[in-house]
């Protein structure tokens, strides 16, 4: 599977578990790997048969600027969701949301929450159950 990497977009939210937090906001930033395949796009050197990610950085900036979280974790899903749902190309995403100005009584570089989500498939054992279905099933397919 090819990647397509948009790393350090950096947004301005209001999210976080201090009422401060939410209330003033702060900078977020949001490095994503794309997996999916850019074969067909790259042959014939055509933007409609990729993932524009132009359009993807908007809509991270869309959940950034939307409803207010507590956990950065839970902020990092909803980008995951976002991506998924909007860019049937794109077979799994890794997001980073990561936070430089934690408010920490300690010196840091930033604090970050990094996921991998795939496009859900049907389960195994519902393919199989789906292919008995249709054809019959020899002994050695058991």
Request: hydrophobic letters at 40%.
């Given at each position: 599977?090819?990647?397509i990497r948009i790393n350090g977009i950096k947004i301005f939210g209001h999210h976080g578990?201090?009422?401060e937090e939410v209330r003033l906001g702060q900078m977020f930033?949001?490095?994503l790997v794309l997996g999916l395949d850019?074969?067909?796009a790259a042959e014939a050197d055509d933007l409609s048969l990729t993932v524009d990610y132009?359009?993807?950085i908007r809509r991270v900036e869309d959940v950034v600027h939307g409803?207010?979280?507590r956990l950065v974790e839970t902020l990092a899903e909803r980008v995951a969701a976002a991506v998924?749902?909007?860019f049937p190309l794109v077979q799994?995403?890794?997001v980073e949301v990561g936070k430089p100005f934690a408010p920490l009584a300690s010196f840091f570089e930033e604090v970050s929450v990094r996921i991998f989500r795939e496009r859900t498939r049907k389960p195994a054992s519902r393919q199989k159950a789906s292919q008995e279905k249709t054809r019959p099933v020899h002994s050695w397919e058991r």
């Open positions: 599977m090819d990647e578990d201090l009422p930033k949001v490095s850019t074969g067909r132009a359009a993807v409803p207010s979280v998924l749902g909007g799994t995403v890794s």
